[in-house]
């Protein structure tokens, strides 16, 4: 599924109702006193995370949303009714900014989590609230409290248990439709991604993988180069990254390099990004001849500095080779048992 990870909306809470002036008037009942309700307090704006929200694209259809007001208060001591809130469903890794000021405001990081945006006014008191021993006929109420609106900025960040990294064209769409139900762009040229999209690998023993398939990485990312900060922003919740290597770039690089040239935009962007578990998966190997797979690879792992007793993971998202075993290189580095898996899976 494509994701969109920025929205601008306009939230308004509700107006408080006005309190009530009345004086009670019943027959044989003289000098009944005051019996002017309060009113209704305004409603809320409220955003609400929910698990089956994947995008902001909902928000941006519809950027307005605006609470109810509370009602006057009555006569004969009614209260008024208090303004409906409004609840906005959003993703689990929501980050909340003040438009206006750039001020974060919160982030919303976990399930069902609520967060007030736009406080509802408080409802006027009506005159029954003001009688006294002193004062036995009141004849005045108050105003409700007024609304509040903000503008809001929202982004999100993924948050999945494996992050595909690598350079634009490396195959990232590809080996995510391979292994789940999601169907990215895929195109021989760079740049196809230009959202991140959301998959689920499922493997044996009921056993599932959020994967996220990031926009592809340039030189100069981490200073917001090509799709940079949007690529780096969305793996900094995925626990583990799976590095997708081409062995046979079509520009004719140096594979080394390029793998190097992602390690280092990671650490620049931000130190703990380098430090995640990385599995590196050597990709694209269909494009090579039977005869020189195994030595380039060989070869290109001692570059990269694989450990010499890791055995390489070859794989191809095209004809998928290789794909079940990385799977169970990436489950293992999450550090799951098969008996405890569930569903929805940890939030990292």
Known sequence: MAIVDHA?????????GHGCMSMRREKYVPKGGPDGGDG????????????????????????????????????????GADG???????????????????ERI??????????????????????EHFKSATNQTPRNATEGGPWEE???????????????????????????????HAHPKIADYPF????????????????????????GLIRGAADGAGLGHDFLRHIER????????????????????NYFAIRRELTEYAAELAEKREIVAFNKVDLLADD??????????????????EKPLIVSGATGHGVKAMLEACWSALGREVEHAGWPPRKG
């Open 238 to 257: 995925t626990t583990v990254l799976l590095h997708l290597l081409d062995v046979a770039p079509v520009d004719g690089s140096d594979p080394a390099e």
């Open 8 to 16: 601008v909306i306009f939230v308004r809470s509700g107006k408080g």
């Open 192 to 215: 196809t991604t230009v959202q991140p999209h959301l998959g689920i690998a499922e493997l044996p023993g009921e056993r599932r993988i959020v994967m996220a398939d990031i926009p």
């Open 292 to 309: 020189e797979a195994e030595t380039t690879i060989s070869a290109l792992a001692g570059k990269i500095g694989l450990p010499a007793d």
């Open 106 to 127: 919160a982030d919303l990081d976990q399930p069902e989590q609520k967060l007030v945006v736009a406080k509802g006014g408080k409802g006027g008191y009506g005159n």
């Open 40 to 79: 209704g307090d305004g409603g809320d704006v409220i955003l609400v995370t929910d698990d089956s929200v994947d995008t902001l694209l909902g928000l941006t259809h519809r950027p307005h949303r605006r609470a109810k007001s509370g009602k006057p208060g009555e006569g004969k001591s009614k209260h």
């Open 84 to 102: 409906e809130d409004c609840l906005v469903p959003v993703p689990v890794g929501t980050l909340v900014y003040d438009h206006e000021t750039g």
């Open 150 to 180: 903000k503008t809001l900025r929202l982004e999100l960040k993924l948050i999945a248990d494996v992050g595909l990294v690598g350079l634009p064209n490396a195959g990232k769409s590809t080996m995510l439709s391979a292994v789940s």
